[in-house]
């Protein structure tokens, strides 16, 4: 059986169709004794709202108030628009959503589980307000914030919490997107007048898709090469004025981006700068200062760890726009689950009536795993938002900790974003032409959520990331290392070491005693809805792809080979390894989950999406486990033969199962879809 790509959904051989010829044709809905779990809705989204369930409802609540934004996306003209999605980020921040992150001495509420919560909510509705506020207060504040001291934070927090200052983040140049090292900006300073001097210094330098820069921008944090007295010290940040009066500032030079695939509502724009002036005091100095005499001196020496702990610090845009596209998929798979509740086609098992499209065995198994997965990936995203709080908090200070979330978030943003895109592809194509109708969402819902696998990181380079993190464990040093020197640190190991050094050896290793799964034989055994067989399987996958990663790196650099070249030639199975190491991520969370609940329907619920998450995730990847001795072919089409089984489970309360995922009524719009009760 071959695996659609699009849907994980299995192609039929000659075999098979014959196979299901044979068999009793699979019952529509489940019969005999299966009596589904009766599942409380509020129970159940209290169980996905969490601890911040009360800014959760209070975004919702505002979502809901604001709920002509939608429409507005649709009917008003390019400008108004954007004037439309300043004014409704405005009114945010004055309910005081927009603020939870910041310290409690400038207005916010010191809470960074609660900001990340509040924007992912916001993810439910128009997705230019989402980003227009994720630029003002997520990017801008949070460098001013992260990267600034306390001179900067009395200046600037108060009136950009408020939406009275808006701002940038003016990192991204045309020529350079993902390598952020390698900016042209440069920022030099004249020991004399106690300035810098920030200037582009190529065609190819200036800042692109500056968000906020086209119109409402009048300050950016602008990231260039720091230049003092000759030397360079890397990237650093500055706080630059870019419009005064309405008008560019002296040596700032603004273009619109203009119009885009979708976001519209906000105003990205590119910058040029010549010789644009800013005091000693504009540069955002928590990592490095330059005195009164012209004397450059940072807590940090190296200035590729600087680098890394610079970027590193602004996680939580990245942990943000991650929860953003699970949220933005909740509501795809809410429209086209309710949709497929209602729609009826052909009639297949009765003369006189057509049949409901979710009794179709191929409509539940596009749409229910996804929804199984939109779960998981939520139950992941909560434990990366916790992390964040808990590391930006200060309530834990362990290093390695800390460049474990670094990786963690990139991991999770790339698989939420990645989730987003092909559950709202996949949930238009279930509503038929109706999904093209713009009032159905889908239009506005592709359109704005395309990007979200790029910005904040491309998720291909993000899980290069992850893989680093694997291969060096984090080691000491780690955050010296760019890509090549970590190909350069790995072929200078042997690949035991590398292997025992990963953090997922020493896990595993940790564990073995706990942890079933050693020989092939128990893997035939096991019983398939056992999470500890899931999970096994998952970790098997993981730490034999990075056992791999690791061979081919240090057979490269022993032959001699370019460290570069040795590394472009492995992509393909690097980027394998990171997403392993996050699926058994994404699982191992969601069956923790499931097992910290009561008994109870709900618990039986999420066990049973918990069950075709982990199938459907080895389903789609059993040619790998067939090659390296891990499922055999019986054991193969056992899997299949189960993931249709549970959708079949599952189908009964699809409906209870997207209601819980408490999207407001108003933000899903499409009547015809979803009907109007
Ligand atoms: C709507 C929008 C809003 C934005 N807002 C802002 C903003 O407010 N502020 C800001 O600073 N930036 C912003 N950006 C810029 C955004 O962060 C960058 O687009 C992003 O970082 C990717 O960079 P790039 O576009 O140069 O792509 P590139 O880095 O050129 O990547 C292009 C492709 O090459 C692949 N690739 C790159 N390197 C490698 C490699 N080593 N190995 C294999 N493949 C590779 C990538 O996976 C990608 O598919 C925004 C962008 C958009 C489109």
């Keep these: 059986m071959a695996t659609d790509t699009a849907t994980s959904a299995p192609r039929e051989t000659a075999d098979d169709i014959r196979e299901a010829a044979e068999a009793p044709a699979a019952p529509a809905t489940i019969k005999g004794d299966y009596q589904p779990p009766a599942v409380d809705v509020p129970a159940l989204t209290a169980i996905l709202d969490g601890e911040y369930a009360e800014v959760r409802q209070l975004v919702r609540d505002n979502l809901v108030e604001h709920e002509s934004i939608l429409t507005d996306a649709e009917e008003m003209g390019f400008d108004e628009f954007r004037e439309r999605v300043k004014e409704v980020v405005q009114e945010l921040a004055a309910t005081g959503q927009s603020a939870m992150g910041f310290p409690e001495e400038y207005g916010g509420a010191g809470d960074i589980g609660a900001s990340i919560a509040a924007f992912e909510t916001l993810a439910l509705g128009d997705l230019s307000v989402l980003v227009k506020v994720g630029v003002q207060f997520g990017l801008f504040g949070g460098a001013v914030l992260q990267l600034g001291t306390k001179r900067h934070h009395d200046r600037y927090l108060e009136p950009l919490i408020k939406g009275e200052l808006l701002g940038c983040f003016a990192m991204s140049e045309h020529g350079h997107g993902s390598n952020v090292q390698a900016l042209e900006t440069v920022a030099t300073y004249d020991a004399e007048a106690g300035e810098f001097s920030i200037s582009t210094t190529s065609e190819q ?168 997965r939109t779960y998981a990936l939520h139950f992941a995203q909560e434990i990366v938002a916790r992390e964040t709080h808990d590391v930006f908090t200060g309530a834990n200070t362990d290093e390695g900790d800390r460049r474990r979330l670094e990786s963690r978030a990139a991991g999770t943003k790339a698989l939420g974003t990645w989730h987003c895109t092909r559950t709202i592809q996949e949930g238009r194509e279930a509503c038929g032409g109706a999904g093209y109708l713009a009032a159905n969402r889908f239009a506005a819902l592709k359109a704005d959520s395309d990007i979200f696998t790029t910005f904040e990181g491309d998720n291909t380079v993000l899980m290069q990331l992850v893989a680093k993190g694997l291969l060096t464990d984090y080691a000491g040093g780690f955050e ?198």
């Design 205 to 372: 330098g200036y800042k692109d898709w500056i968000g906020n820069a086209a119109l409402h921008g009048e300050v950016a944090v602008v990231f260039a090469q720091l230049r003092v007295a000759g030397e360079d010290h890397g990237v650093h940040a500055f706080v630059v004025p870019i419009r005064v009066d309405g008008e560019a500032a002296p040596g700032v030079r603004i273009e619109d981006d203009g119009r885009k695939m979708g976001l519209n509502g906000v105003d990205n724009g590119k910058l040029w700068f010549d010789d644009a002036r800013v005091p000693r005091e504009a540069l955002l100095n928590r990592f490095g200062d330059v005195d009164e005499d012209g004397v450059y001196s940072s807590p940090i020496e190296s200035a590729n760890r600087r680098f890394f702990t610079t970027i590193g610090t602004l996680v939580q845009g990245r942990v943000c726009v991650g929860g953003g596209g699970i949220n933005a998929a909740k509501v795809a798979i809410t429209i086209a689950v309710k949709y497929a509740l209602r729609r009826r086609q052909f009639e297949a098992t009765s003369e006189d009536v057509e049949d409901i499209l979710l009794d179709y065995g191929q409509h539940q198994r596009r749409l229910l795993p996804l929804l199984a």
């Design 480 to 677: 010296d290392l760019d890509q090549l020197g970590m190909v350069r640190f790995v072929g200078g190991l042997a690949v035991e070491t590398v292997v025992e050094r990963t953090s997922v050896h020493k896990l595993f290793s940790a564990l073995k005693d706990a942890l079933p799964g050693g020989d092939a034989k128990w893997y035939e055994e096991a019983g398939l809805l056992d999470p500890d067989y899931q999970l096994a399987m998952l970790r098997f996958r993981e730490e034999h792809m990075i056992g791999g990663v690791a061979r081919r790196l240090k057979r490269g650099v022993d032959a001699g080979h370019n460290p570069g070249a040795v590394f472009s030639r492995a992509q393909d199975h690097v980027i394998g390894a990171s997403h392993a190491h996050m699926e058994r991520l994404v699982l191992e969370a969601f069956v923790d989950k499931v097992r910290s609940l009561p008994e109870g329907d709900e618990r039986t619920a999420l066990s049973l999406l918990c069950d075709l998450h982990a199938l459907s995730v080895i389903e789609s990847d059993r040619a790998w486990f067939m090659e390296h001795g891990r499922l055999t072919v019986q054991r193969s089409k056992a899997v299949t033969r189960e993931v249709n089984a549970l959708c079949r489970r599952i189908r009964p309360i699809a409906g209870e199962l997207v209601d819980a995922l408490a999207v407001p009524r108003a933000m899903l719009r499409a009547d015809d879809l979803v009907g109007t009760d």
